[in-house]
DNA sequence: GTGAAAGCGCTAACAT
DNA sequence: ATGTTAGCGCTTTCAC
């Protein structure tokens, strides 16, 4: 059923048919009404592609994923954050076009997606500080939202982020309220973005109290299981082991928490672990190491909202740069948690 | 760019440049090379909608997630079948179309996709017994590819699956070598093809050596680290606990070894953990709990082949069924695990 | 308020 | 081996 069969079936011109149905003004009441009963009885749906070669529009928008560093896609904070996009773009009759290529290849795949109108948009996955992705898709004049920034105090684009240094704030600030004091961080690679800002916030909680962490007990790197372990094990192994852990991943806590049961019989019950990343619907509180969720994330929220502003940005035109910084909830699991031996 | 300013700056006609560029026989040579240098120079990209409103091809693949029961998103191992497809479509110049719908519009989705001809095929996931999704799918001429299958001895349709059955056998085998009898087997919901086929290995394993296993270590349910935990300690508690888990998936996994972990004393090491699902990636051999990773899952690589897959019946228009049905690697951890108190 | 006709960028008969 | 022409299914001037 092509939008031609339609309009012979009604005696009315495709001109018609199609202007009642994008609900043009100038058509007539009944007119509209007889055209949209005849389009529902008959499930017409106009061809997208012929639509968008008329107007120039392709309703999708594109999300690339570099594949070599298998970082991206592995991590679950990305499937939820690719459904909460999805959901706004089923919800407003776009599609989704996902794209995993090669890293090298990924500047080239943007100029492809522009070259080719394949995307109205896109969404920029796990910036870095002055991503080149950033300028070269402002020269595409391919409309875009970050997930994350690219760096600090850039206003020039627009992002949706969550507000990764005050979480580790908090939550480092939590664990002292408890009274812990040797609090180790686990951190991902510290030249993303994301990283360095979650660093800082931990740093801060420690100055706030005239206090500075122990450098031996703040480490970044991948972030896996084993590198989780790893850190933990050897912290624990130290001579003057941490109390508590400030974790930045569920796949690092999981580690973390394996060489936590190896220490266990050394720890008793004197180790907490604070996880930033959907932890609690992982990892709940346990009955043997009390762990608490600091920071709830919020990427399925998130893709929900870099969604949402990108196709605001399309549909308005308006590429004023908006900035949207997620608080994220301390949520804290059922036991309080112990303080440290001899704490105050 | 476009076709018909690359054919005025050769002086050529719009047909013969678009002949030359796709490599139709009748072209000289000379001439083919002059054009497609000429289209690398000026960065000529054919718009894919025009092209596929003229050839009627989307050069695109859909796959439609249903998003209310979360499962199938927030899965790892979702992830990394779509980076495989994903690969697959990259290298063939197709698109991938990602659609997150609630589930009750699903079949909504089939069939607008059919209708507005957006995608030349589909991958259909996590298929249940008499997945409806298959005759919708047939009866709108829509080619697709399963990942899993739909029943047991159905060939009416093409599928690429994991050896699920197979799997828990050697699991099961691997276990009883090693002197364990009492091995538990958390599943998933049973309504689900894949897991029913692991039971029925795991079953077969005993039956081979002229055994039955305990029914009370043999669960079914939602693959959450909830239902893991509560599972595996429920079972520990008991009487008699099973000296081996055998797990369905990383999630629940993760449940058992904290099941695992509060049981640690009365346990020593004497729980042997084997896992489906590419758990290798995420829960290395600990040194508490020895856990061996039985089956490599090819989620991956079973990403690519259904993509493939798709790609050919699409390019050749043969939909004779073809299967495949991958061999999982038994996998073993660097401890080769102990046996029981009192095994042979 | 409705229609005729041109055109979006490409491919595919049908010439030559 | 190359060009001419007519679409693919829709939107959008422009005219009435």
């Known amino acids: 059923m092509k939008l031609k069969d339609l309009s012979l079936l009604l005696g009315l011109s495709q001109t018609t048919v199609s202007r009642a149905l994008n609900d043009y003004p100038e058509v007539n009441e009944a007119t509209r009404k007889r055209v949209k009963a005849a389009a529902l009885a008959h499930n017409y749906r106009p061809n997208p592609r012929a639509k968008s070669l008329a107007t120039g529009r392709s309703m999708a928008i594109g999300h690339v994923i570099p594949i070599s560093t298998k970082h991206e896609i592995v991590n679950p904070v990305f499937a939820d954050f690719i459904a909460g996009a999805g959901e706004v773009y089923s919800r407003n009759s776009h599609?989704?076009?996902?794209?995993?290529?090669?890293?090298v290849e990924e500047e080239l795949t943007y100029?492809?997606?522009?070259?080719?109108?394949?995307?109205?948009g896109v969404i920029v996955h796990g910036p870095k500080p002055n991503d080149s992705r950033i300028s070269l898709l402002q020269s595409l004049g391919l409309p875009f939202v970050v997930h994350g920034r690219a760096s600090d105090g850039d206003?020039?684009?627009?992002?949706v982020d969550v507000n990764n240094r005050r979480s580790f704030e908090r939550a480092a600030n939590f664990l002292m309220d408890l009274g812990h004091r040797r609090i180790a961080l686990i951190n991902g690679l510290e030249f993303m973005d994301f990283a360095q800002r979650r660093k800082d916030g931990f740093l801060d909680a420690f100055s706030q109290r005239g206090l500075s962490p122990d450098p031996a007990l703040m480490v970044a790197g991948e972030m896996t299981e084993e590198f989780g372990y790893r850190s933990a094990h050897r912290m624990l192994a130290g001579t003057n082991p941490p109390t508590a852990f400030t974790v930045s991943s569920m796949i690092m806590a999981i580690g973390?928490?394996?060489?936590?049961g190896d220490a266990g019989k050394k720890m008793g019950r004197d180790v907490s672990v604070v996880i930033h990343d959907d932890a609690l619907s992982y990892l709940p509180n346990g009955a043997d190491?009390?762990?608490f969720t600091a920071t709830k994330s919020s990427v399925h929220l998130a893709g929900q909202l870099c969604a949402q502003a990108l196709l605001d940005i399309i549909q308005s035109g308006d590429t004023t740069p908006q900035h949207t910084l997620l608080e994220s909830e301390l949520t804290v699991g059922e036991?309080?948690?112990p303080a440290p031996k001899g704490a105050s």
Chains 1, 2 share one sequence.
């Open 289 to 291: 190491i009390p762990i």
């Open 95 to 103: 599609d989704m076009l996902l794209s995993m290529v090669p890293d």
């Open 335 to 337: 036991s309080t948690g």
């Open 111 to 120: 100029r492809d997606l522009a070259a080719k109108a394949s995307v109205d």
């Open 256 to 260: 973390v928490r394996r060489a936590i």
């Open 155 to 159: 206003t020039g684009y627009s992002w």
